[in-house]
């Protein structure tokens, strides 16, 4: 367990240090208030200083927005003539970077989240909603302190936690618990929810991997489906069993946490894997980058064993990989077939989603064209 300690008011301050990301403690702080200019904080949060904060929160908030235009500006313009994947490493480099330096603005919760700022809101229930799962449990430690930008994500995700995310294919709402991907893309829920059942199962049993809201094996479920869905990440499991105990699907959907394979064979086993092999910066971005297409490869290379007779097995997959050129549909099908399975149908939507409209964005040609397929997957017997 990590902590950080620092002076203030002649007297030493203590407190457990939390990153979701797993960025390592400052190895140095400093006291900020409202007197900190964005140029002193630049200077020092480029230095690898860590500010605790302890000026008016709405005045770290402004400060935070002037640091981030200072990084922005001072960013290495993108080249598109590098073409679609040198743009799209060099962006992630950058966002890492950025992200890295505003993280060293730093907060300090007090016991039970409360949050000692001027004009702070009441963080209590967010963070409550967030950590619960992680608080520190060490007598001697009695704060906890986060960066300012984790904190700012906490309420964010509580918020959309609350109202929860419209699904027409359910006509119900799906609420993302805080880690957990959120299903905003509801181009590819539409696609499963109108994309017939094996013809030999009239009442199917799937599996349905990495579920994280659930979203999909509601769907699934209110289609007749009797639905095993897995997760290896604990928060999804516990979001995805809350959501369907209020859509009243507890009966007909099994929750787990485990990696990737549940036991047993299934008629449909359903897959929509993180859709970019790049590295995940924080414990959301598991939901869109796949270092290598391990996630990708494994579902590939355990289909066929986890099937049941005359069964299939569903990957829903994106081919902005393919229009950023950081993996070829020929490498795609390869590994198809390579896995011992051949294509029996492929049905093509496209994204709705607001960056597939932004003109500004460097890869905007690539995610103009994006095209998300549910492919369906036999053995090739």
Sequence with gaps: MSTLSWTENR??????????????????????????????AHRLARAGTG????GDFHNARQLLRALDRRLRRAARPVGCESGPAAVFHQQRAAQAQRAEILGRLLIVLEP????????????????????????????????????????????????????????????????????????????????????????????????DLGTGTGVLAAVLARRGARVTATDINPRAVACAE???????????????EADLWPEGRADLVVCNPPWLPAHPTSALELGIYDPGSTVLH??????????????????????????????????????????GLRVAARYDTHPRHSRASDSGDPLYEARRG???????LVPND
């Design 370 to 376: 994006e095209v998300t397929s549910l492919w369906r």
């Design 11 to 40: 007297s030493v301050y203590t407190a457990h240090w939390h990153s979701e990301n797993g960025a390592p403690a400052p190895a140095r702080i400093v006291v900020a208030d409202d007197r900190m200019t964005a140029q002193a």
């Design 51 to 54: 500010l605790v904060w302890r």
């Design 112 to 207: 039970g989240y409360f949050l000692g700022l001027r004009r702070a809101p009441d963080v209590r229930s967010a963070c409550e909603h967030a950590y619960a799962a992680v608080r520190p449990n060490c007598p001697d430690i009695q704060r906890m302190c986060v960066s300012l930008t984790e904190l700012l994500g906490v309420l964010s995700a509580y918020q959309w936690h609350r109202k929860g995310v419209e699904i027409p294919a359910l006509g119900a709402r799906i609420h993302p618990d805080y880690g957990v991907f959120s299903p905003v893309r509801g181009e590819y829920v539409d696609l499963l929810a109108s994309v017939p059942f094996p013809a030999n199962a009239q009442r199917p049993c799937v599996f």
């Design 242 to 256: 809350a959501n369907l105990n209020r859509l009243g699907l507890t009966g007909l959907v099994r929750v787990g």
């Design 298 to 339: 494994r579902f590939l290379d355990g289909l066929r064993h986890h099937l049941a007779p005359h069964g299939e097995g569903w990957l829903i997959l994106s081919d902005l990989a393919e229009r950023l050129e950081l993996r070829s549909r020929d490498e795609l099908r390869a590994r198809i077939a390579a896995s």
